[in-house]
């Protein structure tokens, strides 16, 4: 059941085809970079009087990639937010039929944020439009939320197949 879950126990990844350390790996750079930088800001505003503001931007970037990747892990491992109240009083085929509804769901929410998210990386691409901190082109940081909203569709279908096949419940 969904309120018996004890987050500290021990875990063992679903087999998938693409190993979830592409994941982590992805998010322990990025967490490791965004500590960096903020570290850095930290350090120089208080030994300097000098402010590294401009970083947030790099920061900001980090943080969505880090949202992304770790919603594409806990998708790929069954983890994601759910509501289970309903859910948890269906037989066990009944909740793989709605975790495989809840996955569907997922996947046209993030179909919808890969659009538009490209839409706006081409929009940001054909007029120039450079980041205000640094003025570095602005979809260089945009263009990891429909890259990486792809990431989260590809290990919803995978979870999708798993649990359709029997082999993830």
Not at 57 to 86: N, P
Not at 106 to 131: H, K, P, Q, T
Not at 140 to 148: D, E, F, M
């Given at each position: 059941m ?12 679903p ?29 120089t ?10 970083t ?114």
């Amino acid at each position: 059941m969904a309120a018996d879950f004890d987050p500290t126990a021990p875990t063992s990844d679903p087999s998938t085809r693409v190993p979830l350390t592409l994941e982590r790996v992805l998010l322990a750079f990025a967490m490791g970079a965004m500590a960096l930088i903020t570290a850095g800001n930290v350090v120089t505003r208080y030994l300097t009087n000098i402010s590294f503001s401009f970083t947030e931007e790099y920061s900001v970037a980090l943080m969505v990639v880090v949202a992304m990747v770790g919603t594409a892990l806990a998708t790929a491992a069954g983890r994601h937010i759910r509501i289970g109240y309903f859910v948890d009083k269906l037989p066990p085929r009944g909740r793989d039929i709605a975790d495989i509804i809840g996955s569907a769901l997922l996947i046209l929410c993030f179909a919808l944020i890969a659009w538009y998210g490209a839409r706006m990386v081409m929009d940001e691409y054909d007029f120039e439009v450079l980041s205000p901190g640094l003025g570095h082109p602005q979809w260089l940081y945009s263009v990891w939320l429909p890259v990486l909203a792809l990431l989260v569709i590809g290990r919803a279908a995978g979870r999708i197949i798993r649990l359709a096949r029997g082999e993830d419940s």
